[in-house]
């Protein structure tokens, strides 16, 4: 049986989706999306199959679906996006979140956990923060933490901020180049989700409706990485880590750059699917 040009019932439009070159994920949660429903209902989907689909709907679907067979990442489509069990409106101003940056908040609270207390709460920043995925992340798992977020577009820092309120969660935002408008400033942590692809990469073209400024640095892809490492030394903690994320063959560089820095303990950590994704050291302890 054929898929009908305007699908009368809930099944009928994953199938229409799904026919538009959607792989049947992706589809389903254009048609919740077209419902007005969350990405985490998907079983609902199963239990209201034959549901009749509302023609203003289709409309939505439709122009979702072009936007998604075209390249545009789903979370831009329906302007939300999970990251480390908090829900976060994006769009275009920054990149999507993505699950292997959830490596990084882990290690992250490794480092902060033992420091982070009421009566002497740890200070930590994130460089780049875009939507505010690290910084919320860290703030809603450890209240206690000071977190301040700086991103040098002004654009991100709208959205990171929409989602902070949203949230309720209190983090200090500044607009900059990396620590440049921090003078004087101390951190237990600093943490950043930096670009890293190198400019001629053919993987950016893959990547063409995310924002080109958060992706690419440089010819190796590690300017915005040895600037970060270079301004970190200033304003750590004795004993204060630096932890970065990086491309899938960058750990060694990485880890040579922090050591050269005069940093200490320099490693690096495995993302999902098993690949050297972040690396960080530790100023000398006092």
């Known amino acids: 049986m054929g898929t009908p040009q305007t699908p009368a019932t809930v099944a009928q439009a994953i199938r229409w989706a799904q026919a538009q070159q959607l792989d049947r994920l992706d589809a389903q949660l254009l048609v919740l999306h077209a419902l007005g429903r969350g990405a985490q209902e998907r079983a609902w989907l199963l239990a209201h199959d034959t549901d009749a689909f509302p023609e203003a709907a289709h409309a939505t679907l439709q122009t979702a679906a072009l936007r998604r067979a075209a390249g545009e990442p789903l979370a831009y489509i329906t302007g939300h996006k999970e990251f480390f069990g908090l829900e976060l409106q994006v769009d275009a101003r920054v990149l999507v979140p993505r699950p292997d940056t959830e490596t990084l908040v882990e290690w992250a609270l490794e480092v902060l956990s033992p420091a982070a207390t009421p009566t002497h709460p740890a200070r930590v920043v994130d460089l780049g923060t875009g939507s505010g995925a690290i910084a919320l992340a860290l703030k809603h798992t450890l209240p206690d933490l000071q977190v301040c977020a700086?991103?040098?577009?002004?654009?991100?820092?709208?959205?990171?901020?929409?989602?902070?309120?949203?949230?309720?969660?209190?983090?200090?935002?500044?607009?900059?180049?990396?620590?440049?408008?921090?003078?004087?400033?101390?951190?237990?942590?600093?943490?950043?989700?930096?670009?890293?692809?190198?400019?001629?990469?053919?993987?950016?073209?893959?990547?063409?409706?995310?924002?080109?400024?958060?992706?690419?640095?440089?010819?190796?892809?590690?300017?915005?990485?040895?600037?970060?490492?270079r301004q970190a030394v200033n304003h750590l903690e004795p004993g204060g880590w630096l932890l970065l994320e990086h491309g899938y063959d960058q750990a060694a560089a990485v880890r040579a750059l922090l050591a050269d820095a005069g940093l200490l303990h320099a490693e690096s950590r495995r993302d999902l699917a098993g690949i050297e994704r972040c690396s960080g050291a530790r100023l000398p302890p006092a």
Do not use: C, M
């Open 150 to 229: 700086v991103d040098f577009s002004t654009d991100a820092l709208a959205v990171a901020q929409t989602n902070a309120l949203r949230l309720n969660l209190q983090v200090q935002f500044t607009q900059g180049s990396w620590l440049d408008g921090l003078q004087g400033q101390h951190f237990e942590l600093i943490v950043s989700n930096p670009p890293y692809i190198a400019s001629a990469d053919h993987h950016l073209a893959a990547l063409k409706h995310e924002p080109l400024q958060a992706l690419a640095s440089g010819p190796d892809g590690l300017d915005d990485i040895r600037s970060i490492i």
